[in-house]
């Protein structure tokens, strides 16, 4: 079962109207949308949606999966307008489905759509918890639901940050007025307005598509909706969230209008009823106070405050040690500013000198001068009472304030006049942090070198020495001096010139500081890196902000290196045993991974597929083995193995590709029956250089792991760890390694957290716990895109992972534009005997037949074995596999290949690419749509014999030009292997093998061809040790002579003598 | 009398010193008797003119007529009035607005004369009422009750003092226009950023699509840089006496909390 999840947000049209959240659903389910026939009406009447969900217990019990306490009011029907077809309306991009639609030309059609209504309390409810709470596996969200989901976040901030007010809001009831006690966002002035207006621009238009009972457009604005949600998530929450508060509403005496409405503001119905004239009354005087918050000043100018400090003295005791405290001499003058120009300023002088209904001041234009520059100030000593005392003279220039004036002035009335309206001209110290107090961090390794756990095991502890220091305007302060700054009891002093501000705050904290930290110590490579990664500008210790980094000796270099490369990187060699050359960017990525393991720091490579991470990390492990070997040589230490965990699906492909790469290294797979137990492991292990491994049995076996002495553990497609909690991560980190490396494609797929979780792996603490990486990052980041939190996570990760895109210009550059790869597979257990059954069943019969008898039992052995190593479902079916006979039964961990590819297509999908997935069997095709749609949530394309040609072309045109078209595309060999252009796929997946190479290139070709802009990747799927290793080997020896002994069928095969062809099906012993 | 110079402690408390005035002359009880008998919809008609209020009041089947004189201010009062007015910025900057600050009631005593008719003054009657009322007890209830009405009256619209004595609204800001050289304020409109919005027809095709602007907004739940921003921008509140931030400062502070929690909620741990 699969649904989208939509919520429609419908303001009310008038006072008298409600305002109503209506959560509704697409569901799958039912039978496809039917054909229209004829012309559609030229103003079509609104027509029930065809496949929604009516039913409101089924939705409530959506909402339920979300908030089981959730409660819901009845259901209503509205009528959206949605891009339709001959077949009705599209469905969203989220619905999986295998209808077939007609996409041609939609036009804008009225649809009735059910929905339930939520009442406000649910739907903040429901809204807090999208980001929270995973969603359920059946359901998706839709764009609307998404986008309502990012506003209210919006009103999490607003409210946080208290821009809101208490306010009355006029309404009718019956034939009266009444009002209602609310609670009123203010966004007028502040950065929450620019962020409502970019929230109103990306708004899908969905969330206004509101039609009336007529299907005509109700031509809902965007700005409006966005804000009418707000104002009534805001009223809801305050109003909600405020009866908790420990207020004393309820104590206020008296029957006057003011008591009233304050008294109302918390109830749950907020309406004041039955008003009389002194309400009436009370009312105009509120909205005349409110308008306290209209912004002030002129379109053409603005009323500008310019601070002007005390002229300098030197400090009175002249030895420029001592902090001054100058009393007052303050001028805060009064200015107008050019709105178009801020260098533009008029002083009031010459305001109250000339004409008071226009002003002109070089070549601008001010009108109204003198009244503007009154009507401001007069609301300025509102915020700001000491403006009062300058505005009993006739024409008030500036005020005189005293220093502590200041500060509060600075500090707390600044801020609110800006968003009034004034410009303020402050002094740059203000807001600099060299300013205030802080702290200075110092970082001195005490080593020549970076230590190098290689040759130097034990020079790697803590060789780095770090220090804290209090300072004030770069001074740093010793205990005495700063107890000498806070006696003077000034928020602002003075010292050689410069102003500087301590905020009580701050004392507190510096005075706390003093108290509790250590100032100096020593710490590893690890925490150093960490120390100077993670510390910014934003930065608070103890709630003081670092304000200076100083990082010294061989350490800023390092980190270079390591974030960036340098040129020792960039000019290693490759290991001299490797068989086969590594491009530019592979050699750097081996020397970076090499750099880590002397550094004995863990590294994640985390390259896109198909860049070879695999060789990059052979290419590490056979250096590893020379520099074993040579300080064996010198008797320092035994050579230790190194543990490769990779998924079951791969360990063919690894021992494969070090057999390849480097002959020369001792290659153990742990896998299987008969693999060792507790009594022989260590010993077997110690003969070897490598040994791999599964997932599965790292868990399992995991006694086994953790009782020997790993020189490396290597973990392939590591994002199987990204769960901190499941019990094969926990497993392998208590496996112990001199060093830990980790590949994997996608290093995030879903949430920030796994990455935590590879990091614990890798470098275990440097992401801090999993608690306050939550805090810290996890939640900031994902919820809420906080730049500051993504700036530092960015930075402290960079020297441990190293990714390169295959768009990357310097990959680009080495990379062919067409790149093919064998992907080997493992058998499962269950493949494996029924693979074994049949080979026995078949050999003997054949042996005695000839001719053409001969020729269809092997071609029915071949295929019979074929489907298995497809999927044994395939094989063990009773009845066709279409597109309506999809066996129920659990298709995942039965065929190697499936889970591969399925591995494989979620690195596809996580950058966004697109892929072909090629099979001869039509059934097979079936299989893997259903398991694809299944796994990843998306639809898939199939095209295959059946399908008729006009929606081929269809189909086809959608790949290729639709940016909402399903990334997945499955093709029959026969029918889609020929003459198609589908150059929006950059990765072709061979699923079975054909016997002839020429067939697959063509296949191959539908990408490679005119109109790629992107490089190509190949992956052929081969089972290990089956029949398919063995046709691939031949065919790869034979080549050159393909056409003459192959031919173009599989004819030949039947020429095979029994030898052969034993030799050809039989399960290899070896078979990963 | 020190009372009725006394200086209005908000612009509502205009009522206040108008009946404070009031009430030195009059019979308390009498005076009170007009409270309740101050009903807007007995009142017919309230005409407010220089030195001269009318109005008729209904009692019963009978409708009586109410005429109360209060002496106007001569041409020179005013003109020493404005020029003091108009001296000091926030006088002006006030009234211009269309606010009567409360202080202008010390710029008429600084001048010899008082805003509110009083009992003590020398030369002339403080205010003459009379009522058609068989009633000889001064001031009847009908006249009470006008008085109370304007009461309501100038607390809506001070300025209506300054017509009983003589200038109205329209004539006294130009004056003071005159000696400020200042025009009449009004609120200020900024320019709105444009926003278009294209009819659904034109965007079937991103039908479904977050435009790209979503990326813009960034958001950090944090409490404000300084408590409770929005109404300290507003100021005291007009009404009541009421110390607004400190009767509301729970209530915003749980909201900041709660806001946050839910910001940064846990999620679940799902069995």
């Known amino acids: ?1072 | 009398m020190a009372t009725s110079l006394s200086t209005p402690a908000t612009s509502s408390s205009w009522s206040h010193a108008w009946l404070e005035a009031l009430a030195a002359f009059s019979h308390p009880g009498r005076l009170r008797r007009g409270q309740q008998f101050a009903d807007r919809r007995r009142i017919r008609r309230l005409e407010i003119r220089p030195g001269e209020i009318n109005a008729d009041v209904r009692d019963g089947d009978q409708t009586y007529h109410v005429v109360i004189h209060i002496p106007v201010f001569d041409d020179a009062t005013w003109e020493a009035v404005v020029r003091r007015l108009a001296s000091q910025a926030l006088y002006s900057a006030r009234l211009l607005a269309g606010e009567m600050p409360p202080e202008v009631v010390e710029v008429f005593a600084e001048v010899g004369v008082t805003l509110f008719p009083v009992a003590a003054d020398p030369e002339t009657e403080p205010l003459q009422a009379t009522c058609t009322c068989p009633d000889w007890e001064v001031p009847c209830k009908h006249t009470a009750a006008v008085y109370y009405l304007l009461a309501e009256r100038f607390d809506e619209d001070p300025f209506l003092l300054f017509l009983v004595r003589g200038r109205s609204k329209e004539q006294l800001l130009p004056m003071l226009r005159r000696y400020r050289q200042v025009e009449t304020a009004e609120p200020v409109s900024m320019p709105v950023p444009e926003f278009k919005v294209a009819p659904l027809a034109a965007v079937l095709d991103r039908y479904w699509d977050m435009g790209p602007s979503a990326g813009e907004v960034s958001l950090r739940i944090t409490p404000p840089p300084t408590p409770f921003p929005q109404l300290k921008r507003l100021g005291p509140p007009p009404f009541d006496h009421l110390d607004l931030i400190e009767l509301l400062a729970p209530i915003y502070e749980t909201v900041t909390a709660q806001a946050m929690a839910w910001a940064f909620q846990n999620p679940e741990k799902t069995p």
Request: with cysteine; net charge neutral; charged share 20%.
């Open chain 1, 1 to 1072: 079962m699969h649904v989208v999840l939509h919520l429609h947000w419908r303001p009310s049209a008038d006072a008298r109207g409600e305002s109503t959240f209506l959560l509704w659903a697409e569901t799958r389910q039912g039978p496809p949308p039917g054909r229209l026939r004829g012309r559609p009406p030229e103003r079509p009447r609104p027509r029930p949606h065809p496949f929604v969900v009516t039913d409101g217990a089924e939705l409530r019990g959506y909402l339920q999966a979300f908030d089981p306490t959730a409660i819901s009011g009845g259901m209503e029907s509205f009528v959206l307008i949605m891009p339709s077809t001959r077949t009705g309306p599209l469905p969203s991009p989220e619905l999986v489905h295998a209808w077939e639609l007609d996409r041609s030309s939609p036009e804008p059609m009225p649809w009735v759509i059910p929905g339930l209504r939520l009442p406000p309390e649910t739907t903040v409810r429901l809204l807090g918890r999208l980001g929270v709470h995973p969603c359920p596996e059946h359901l998706s969200l839709g764009a609307d639901l998404r986008f309502w989901h990012l506003v209210f976040n919006l009103v999490l901030a607003i409210l946080a940050r208290q821009h809101y007010i208490p306010t009355l809001v006029a309404g009718e009831e019956g034939s009266g007025t009444t009002y209602r006690a609310a609670w009123q966002p203010v966004l007028e002035g502040s950065a929450f307005e620019r962020d409502v207006m970019a929230l109103a621009a990306a708004m899908p238009p969905i969330c206004r598509a509101l039609a009336d009972e007529t299907g005509a457009d109700r031509q809902c604005h965007p700005l409006e909706l966005v804000r009418t949600f707000i104002h009534t998530c805001c009223d809801h929450l305050v109003r909600t969230w405020g009866q908790k508060a420990p207020h004393r509403l309820g104590y206020l005496h008296g029957r006057s209008p003011a008591s009233l409405w304050l008294k109302t503001l918390l109830l749950p119905d907020p309406t004041i009823r039955e008003v009389d004239s002194t309400f009436a009354r009370f009312v105009d005087e509120l909205r005349a106070w409110q308008r306290n918050l209209a912004p002030i000043g002129d379109a053409a100018y603005a009323i500008a405050l310019r601070l002007l400090p005390p002229p300098l003295r030197p400090s009175p005791n002249g030895t420029g040690e001592g902090f001054y405290v100058p009393e007052g001499g303050w001028q805060l003058e009064y200015l107008l500013q050019a709105r178009d120009d801020a260098n533009i300023l008029v002083p009031a002088a010459e305001v109250w000198r000339g004409p008071g209904d226009s002003l002109v001041y070089q070549q601008r234009r001010f009108d109204r001068p003198q009244e503007k520059l009154l009507a401001g100030l007069g609301r300025a000593a509102q915020i700001y009472p000491p403006i009062a005392r300058s505005l009993k003279a006739p024409a008030p220039t500036a005020v005189e304030l005293s220093t502590r004036e200041v500060y509060t002035f600075l500090r707390e009335a600044a801020p609110l006049l800006e968003q009034s309206g004034f410009s303020l001209i402050l002094p740059g110290w203000w807001e600099e942090a060299g300013a205030r107090l802080g702290l200075s961090y110092y970082l001195t390794p005490l080593t020549p070198n970076p230590p190098d756990v290689v040759n130097d095991p034990t020079g790697a502890e803590r060789p780095i020495a770090y220090r804290w220091e209090l300072v004030l305007g770069n001074i740093p302060l010793t205990r005495s001096a700063f107890a000498e700054l806070v006696a003077l009891r000034s928020p602002l002093v003075q010292k050689d010139g410069r102003w500087l501000r301590l905020d009580p705050e701050q004392i507190e904290a510096a005075e706390h500081f003093w108290g509790r930290q250590s100032f100096e110590g020593r710490m590893d490579l690890r925490q150093a890196l960490r120390a100077a990664l993670s510390l910014d500008e934003h930065s608070l210790i103890a709630g003081l902000p670092v304000v200076q980094k100083t990082i010294e000796g061989w350490l800023p270099a390092l980190i270079k290196r390591l974030t960036e490369g340098d040129d020792t990187l960039r000019q290693m060699p490759q290991p001299p045993n490797l068989a086969g050359t590594l491009r530019p960017y592979q050699r750097f990525g081996y020397a970076w991974l090499h750099e880590h393991r002397h550094l004995g720091l863990g590294a994640c490579l985390a390259d896109d597929m198909g860049l070879g991470k695999s060789i990059q990390a052979i290419a590490l492990l056979l250096r590893e083995k020379a520099e074993s070997e040579r300080s064996t040589d010198n008797g320092r230490t035994a050579a230790k193995p190194t543990l490769l965990i990779c998924p079951t699906s791969l360990l063919g492909n690894w021992r494969r590709e070090l057999e390849r790469f480097a002959p020369s290294l001792r290659v153990f797979v742990h896998y299987g029956a008969d693999r060792p137990r507790e009594d022989t492991f260590a010993a077997t292990v110690a003969g070897y250089d490598v040994v791999i491994t599964s997932y599965t049995l790292a868990r399992r076996d995991n006694p086994l792991f953790t009782g020997v002495a790993w020189s490396g553990l290597i973990l392939d497609e590591a994002q199987k760890i990204k769960n901190p909690e499941i019990q094969v991560t926990q497993a392998i980190n208590r496996i112990p390694a001199d060093f830990r490396l980790a590949l994997t494609g996608t290093p995030i797929e879903n949430q920030l957290e796994e990455l935590w979780s590879i990091f614990h792996f890798l470098n275990k603490g440097y992401l801090g716990s999993q608690m306050s990486f939550r805090k810290q990052f996890a939640y900031p980041i994902e919820r809420y895109h906080d730049p500051v939190a993504t700036a530092r996570l960015q930075r402290m990760v960079r020297p441990f992972i190293l990714r390169r895109l295959k768009s990357d210009p310097r990959v680009i550059q080495d990379l062919p534009e067409r790149l093919e790869m064998k992907v080997y597979c493992t058998l499962t257990d269950e493949q494996a005997e029924l693979y074994r059954a049949i080979v026995e069943e078949a050999l003997p019969r054949v042996r005695d037949l000839h001719g053409r008898a001969r020729r269809i039992h092997i071609f029915n052995l071949l295929t019979r074995l074929k489907q298995v190593l497809n999927h044994p479902v395939q094989y063990l079916a009773t009845t066709p596999i279409d597109a309506h006979h999809i066996p129920a039964e659990p298709l995942a961990r039965r065929s190697g290949k499936l889970d591969r590819l399925v591995e494989m297509l979620e690195e596809v999908l996580a950058v966004g690419d697109r892929a072909l997935i090629y099979t001869q069997f039509a059934e097979t095709g079936y299989l893997l749509v259903a398991h694809l749609q299944q796994q990843f949530g998306v639809p898939v394309l199939y095209l295959h014999g059946g399908i008729p040609a006009r929606q081929r072309q269809q189909m086809i045109a959608q790949f290729q030009e639709n940016p909402h078209a399903p990334p997945l595309f499955v093709l029959t060999l026969k029918t889609g292997g020929l003459g198609l252009n589908l150059t929006a796929a950059n990765h072709v997946f061979h699923y079975d093998r054909w016997w002839n190479p020429a067939v697959e290139d063509q296949a191959s070709d539908r990408v490679y061809r005119i109109g790629q802009i992107r490089n190509v990747q190949i992956h052929k799927f081969i089972t290990a040790g089956t029949v398919e290793e063995a046709i691939d080997a031949l065919i790869e020896r034979k080549q050159g002579l393909m056409g003459a002994i192959i031919g173009t069928e599989e004819s030949w095969l039947a020429d095979l003598s029994d030898e052969e062809l034993a030799a050809l099906v039989t399960l290899s012993r070896e078979r990963v």
